[in-house]
Structures are given as C-alpha cells and as structure tokens.
C-alpha cells in the first residue's frame, strides 16, 4: 500500500471568490424601454399637433387677408349707419350703352340733332336725358322700346320738370311720330335697365337697318330691330 492509499481524500477549498459572486438572475423585465417608446411616439404626435396649428393658422390669415381686402372696382362711396357712423363701400361701376348710339351727341343732343336733317331716316341717341328718336322719312313712324324698365316721355324737349304725362313705367313703350317735322320725336327713359330693343316699322313693316342711324357722327344700325346693351 502506498502513501497515497493513506492519506485522506480531501475536498479541493472552494475558491473564495467563486462564493463571493452572487448567483446570475434574469434580469426582472421592466418597463423603461416601454416608456421610452411610448414617449418617443407623444413627441412625434406633439410635434404633428403643433405643424397642424400653424399650417391652420396660415390659412386662417391668408383667407381674412382676401375676405378684408377692398376690391379694386373704381372707387369707393361713403355710407352713413343707423348709428352715424360711415363705412367705405365700393362704389358702383360705372356702365355705358354700347355701340356708336352715345357717340359724339353733342350737348342737348345738338349733333345728332343736326344729323337728322341731312338725310331721311329714323335717328336714334342717347344721353343723360335718355334716349331719343327722330324721324325725317315722310311717312308715319311706329317706335317700340321693350326693356326690363322703360316708359315714355310726354315730351322730348330736354326738360323734365314736368314728368306727369309719361307714360307708367313697364317692359314696353310705344310711341307713333309723326311725318313732317324731323326736329321732335319721341323720348324714352330706360331707368336701371341694361339692355333694350328698338323696333323701327314703317306701314307695318320693320325699317330697313340701313335706315337707321346711331348717334351724332357716322354710326348705323347692324340690325333691325335694333338692340342695345350696357357694359
């Protein structure tokens, strides 16, 4: 038997720091990481949040820039409120009878009124006064006006202090001149319309459109009836 076969079999020491490390755990699973995500996410909603109300606040200024902005129609009129105080409100635009019916009339229709005389025909002007129709054909003239407003004046002679014997107003005015003296007519006042029909007849039959003369210098009627418009 040898020495060894003697001695005493002795457990090896534990290593001291073996014992002093304390034993692995799972870590317990908390929830910061959730946190932190859930965080990230409100920060990205509250920075959309904030892009929202600042685009709706642009837009918000932009439209009360248009809605407030005077519009640019030629000027603007001053109105009185039901508690005195006055507003700036756009003034009306200003529109004219088209065509060469208001050309060159000359004052109290002066011009045109010497046009009447230079050849025969049916002549027709406008003004401030309104419209105006003289004939130097030898024959009687029937004149129909048809408008959203019109009525026939009494007399024609540029003075409308005395308006008691025209005609009510209505959509259509009809009038019979005369032969013989191609310096009185017949007078229309169209009021607010802005578009009107001249019907020139002659024995039942319209007036030929080259019979027809607009205004105080060269203009001729491209139609008859005849038409007008304001604009």
């Given at each position: 038997?040898?020495?060894?076969?003697?001695?005493?079999?002795?457990?090896?020491?534990?290593?001291?720091?073996?014992?002093?490390?304390?034993?692995?755990?799972?870590?317990?699973?908390?929830?910061?990481?959730?946190?932190?995500?859930?965080?990230?996410?409100?920060?990205?909603?509250?920075?959309?949040?904030?892009?929202?109300?600042?685009?709706?606040?642009?837009?918000?200024?932009?439209?009360?820039?248009?809605?407030?902005?005077?519009?640019?129609?030629?000027?603007?009129?001053?109105?009185?409120?039901?508690?005195?105080?006055?507003?700036?409100?756009?003034?009306?635009?200003?529109?004219?009878?088209?065509?060469?019916?208001?050309?060159?009339?000359?004052?109290?229709?002066?011009?045109?009124?010497?046009?009447?005389?230079?050849?025969?025909?049916?002549?027709?002007?406008?003004?401030?006064?309104?419209?105006?129709?003289?004939?130097?054909?030898?024959?009687?003239?029937?004149?129909?006006?048809?408008?959203?407003?019109?009525?026939?004046?009494?007399?024609?002679?540029?003075?409308?202090?005395?308006?008691?014997g025209d005609s009510p107003t209505s959509t259509e005015a009809v009038v019979t001149i005369a032969p013989g003296d191609p310096t009185t007519g017949a007078g229309f006042d169209l009021l607010d319309s802005e578009t009107a029909t001249f019907t020139i007849t002659v024995d039942g039959q319209d007036l030929p459109k080259d019979q027809i003369f607009l205004g105080g210098a060269e203009g001729v009627?491209?139609?008859?009836?005849?038409?007008?418009?304001?604009?």
């Open positions: 038997m040898s020495d060894f076969d003697d001695d005493p079999t002795e457990e090896p020491a534990a290593d001291p720091v073996d014992d002093a490390k304390p034993a692995r755990t799972t870590a317990p699973d908390d929830d910061w990481d959730d946190d932190w995500d859930d965080d990230g996410d409100r920060g990205a909603k509250r920075d959309l949040t904030l892009v929202y109300a600042v685009v709706a606040a642009a837009i918000v200024i932009v439209l009360a820039i248009v809605l407030t902005r005077p519009k640019d129609d030629g000027g603007t009129t001053t109105a009185s409120s039901g508690n005195g105080e006055t507003t700036e409100q756009p003034a009306a635009i200003e529109k004219n009878w088209q065509g060469a019916v208001g050309d060159a009339v000359g004052e109290n229709g002066s011009q045109a009124q010497a046009r009447v005389e230079k050849a025969p025909g049916v002549y027709i002007w406008t003004d401030f006064q309104g419209f105006h129709v003289r004939s130097s054909l030898d024959k009687e003239v029937v004149v129909k006006v048809t408008a959203p407003k019109v009525r026939a004046k009494a007399t024609d002679d540029y003075d409308d202090s005395d308006e008691k009627a491209d139609a008859s009836p005849v038409q007008f418009t304001k604009a």
